[in-house]
């Protein structure tokens, strides 16, 4: 039986062509979805910033003593006496 | 032929194609991003590291900020932008258009902006405005801890670097190191897989863990900031430590500032003057040279002094602060009712040679080598430079100047057995793969732990059998001294101006806190038993109840 070299070349081009076709897409597909998880990576990276930041705020005397302040849990709020009762006590 | 001629036709308009499109892109920049790289280059930066509490409460953390700047060449209508930037930056149209130039670039126009107001901005979608990303330090507590952390400002080169307290010492493990990326990408900004991709991640700052604990430093500052408002202080200062081991508890110094506004501040406030301010320490000096004294066995603790009148010492007249005299006295009693003339004779048995011996062993002449940036060693003259009457002044604490932590540091070695140990405030450096804990050092030993026990038992007495009795927590035994000294201005003592001071620790039988405070300048006294001590009272009652302690 005699060998179609031009074939079995045509063959292996078409195979060689096919395949770096499918490489390259693959390539772009790749690089597509690395640059996608390092987009999520550098977010979920600020998130865990800004939540260590409220966590610690809310965790802070800083915050308590403006919460205590809202609340009146303050020195102001101590009792006023009344020093002239024998007023009242004569009526 | 024509299908060769055919084939050529094709081919020609197949490069005619590329050529015109390549044109396009290097040319006309179409598909180009602003800041578009074949091969991007970058220099990742470390995170640096965070400063946590002895509880793991965070006190230095990170934050992202954004500068905000503008492209001149690319803004279209300048007016319009600048009043809808006018009213979510705050900044005045008129300062905008002053920075604006027309020939520029790039013009930063406001740093600091948080996410909110950057997304607020990206909003309006105009053509010429831009973000950088910023690390910010984030401080949950404020000035808490101001002289004690220091602050991030910039070197020459515009890069952070740590100033004072722990960020200036520590500044190289909480810097890290820089990373670095190489990135062949295509025009669309993706990464080609086949080309040079080349990551250095880079290593972090080291998180440092402090000795120090919120809630006692909390405690320290309210207390000091009421100090200094009751007996109207110009300044002051609280040190809270462990004695055995020199762990400091809290630190306070104030007037103090913001180290997240640290450029509205001027220099004078960055010192810290517990470990940067030389003060004479006066009457709380006395148990150290009492102590030495008893461990040259040149005095022993039921001797008795003869208490007369004042002692002449050249030119100069040692008097008691009261000049009242009350005759025979013990040791204790010269400790307790603080007598300086008790002190002369005291410093005389110990003899000239030792006095100086024992001022080197406590480390009066050296840094105390607490790992905070800015710390500066006490003064001691030369040999030869000391006459009769310093001899006299040094047992009292007058003529020598120390500085707040080296005080304590002393002190503390003669209530926790004898030994001089290193103060530090960084108890674990925390890197991403180990943990290195730093332990207590060992200076040296300066008295033995019978010596210790009779200078405790001294302190404890001087406490409940001093000149003033204060309103101290019942049922503890608390040991402690007072202290008054005049400040030497131009060469000569202002009787009016003092620094009142007062040392104390408790439990008196193991000691497990010791305290200084330092007020400089009380106004509505001058004495340390009537401004410093019932400052130090009303601190040790708050970390009696913190710490949970038992009355004895």
Redesign the interface.
């Known amino acids: 039986m005699k060998i179609n070299f031009k074939k079995i070349v045509g063959f292996l081009i078409f195979i060689f062509i096919a395949s770096k076709i499918c490489f390259f897409v693959l390539g772009i597909k790749l690089s597509e979805e690395i640059k996608v998880l390092d987009n999520k990576i550098k977010k979920v990276h600020q998130e865990n910033i800004e939540l260590e930041k409220e966590i610690s705020f809310l965790d802070s005397y800083q915050y308590a003593a403006s919460q205590a302040a809202d609340l009146g849990f303050i020195k102001e709020a101590q009792p006023i006496y009344l020093e002239n009762l024998k007023y009242a006590l004569k009526n | 032929m024509w299908k060769i001629k055919l084939l050529f036709i094709f081919f020609l308009i197949l490069y005619l194609i590329v050529i015109a499109k390549l044109f396009l892109i290097q040319v006309f920049n179409i598909y180009r991003k602003d800041n578009f790289l074949y091969l991007q280059s970058k220099k990742l930066m470390p995170e640096r590291g965070k400063i946590y509490d002895r509880q793991n409460?965070?006190l230095v953390?990170?934050?992202?900020n954004y500068l905000m700047y503008l492209e001149p060449k690319k803004i279209e209508n300048k007016d319009i932008i600048f009043k809808k930037l006018e009213a979510i930056l705050k900044i005045d149209k008129a300062s905008l258009e002053a920075k604006f130039d027309r020939e520029k670039y790039w013009i930063p126009v406001a740093d600091r902006l948080d996410?909110e107001t950057k997304s607020e901005i990206e909003k309006l979608k105009i053509k010429g405005i831009g973000f950088e990303e910023k690390m910010r330090r984030?401080y949950?507590?404020?000035s808490?801890s101001a002289h004690l952390l220091g602050f991030v400002g910039k070197n020459k080169d515009g890069e952070d670097i740590g100033y004072f307290g722990v960020e200036g010492f520590y500044n190289k493990e909480l810097t890290g190191l820089p990373g670095f990326i190489q990135s062949e990408k295509?025009i669309l900004?993706?990464?080609?897989?086949?080309g040079l991709q080349e990551k250095v991640e880079p290593e972090n700052g080291r998180d440092l863990i402090l000795t120090v604990d919120?809630t006692i430093q909390?405690i320290a500052k309210k207390k000091l900031a009421e100090g200094l408002k009751n007996y109207k202080a110009k300044s002051g200062c609280v040190i809270v430590a462990d004695p055995s081991t020199m762990a400091i508890l809290a630190l306070v110094c104030l007037p103090d500032y913001d180290p997240d506004n640290y450029y509205l501040f001027s220099e004078n406030y960055f010192k810290n003057p517990a470990i940067s301010d030389l003060f004479e320490p006066g009457s709380i000096f006395k148990p150290l040279i009492m102590a030495a004294a008893l461990q040259e066995n040149k005095i022993k603790p039921d001797d008795f002094y003869n208490e007369q009148g004042p002692i002449n010492i050249g030119e100069y007249q040692i008097r008691t602060w009261d000049n009242k005299y009350e005759g025979k006295i013990s040791m204790t009693r010269i400790l307790e009712r603080s007598s300086n003339v008790g002190m002369v004779f005291i410093g005389e048995k110990l003899g000239k040679k030792n006095l100086l011996k024992y001022l080197n062993k406590f480390g009066f002449n050296e840094l105390t080598g607490i790992d905070l940036q800015g710390e500066v060693s006490g003064f001691l003259k030369p040999v030869d430079q000391w006459y009769s009457i310093d001899y006299a002044t040094v047992t009292f604490g007058q003529g020598i100047a120390v500085t707040p932590i080296q005080m304590i540091t002393a002190f503390a070695s003669i209530i926790n057995g004898g030994n001089l140990m290193r103060p530090y405030v960084v108890s674990t450096i925390v890197s991403s793969d180990k943990k290195n804990v730093i332990k207590p050092k060992k200076i040296r030993e300066i008295i033995n732990e019978k010596n210790s026990l009779i200078i405790r038992k001294m302190l404890t007495s001087a406490v409940e059998n001093g000149e003033v009795s204060w309103a101290r927590p019942k049922g503890y035994k608390i040991g402690g001294k007072t202290g008054t000294a005049q400040i030497p201005i131009k060469g000569r003592y202002d009787p009016s101006k003092t620094i009142a001071s007062f040392i104390g620790f408790i439990p008196a039988d193991q000691p497990k806190i010791i305290v200084l405070v330092t007020l400089k300048e009380p106004g509505t006294s001058p004495w340390g038993s009537e401004t410093a001590a019932p400052l130090f009272f009303e601190i040790i009652k708050e970390l009696i109840l913190y710490y949970n302690l038992v009355p004895e």
């Not at chain 2, 953390?61 to 992202?64: D, G, H, V």
């Open positions: 409460n965070p953390l990170n934050q992202i996410k984030y949950p507590e404020a808490l295509d900004g993706r990464p080609i897989m086949i919120k909390e």
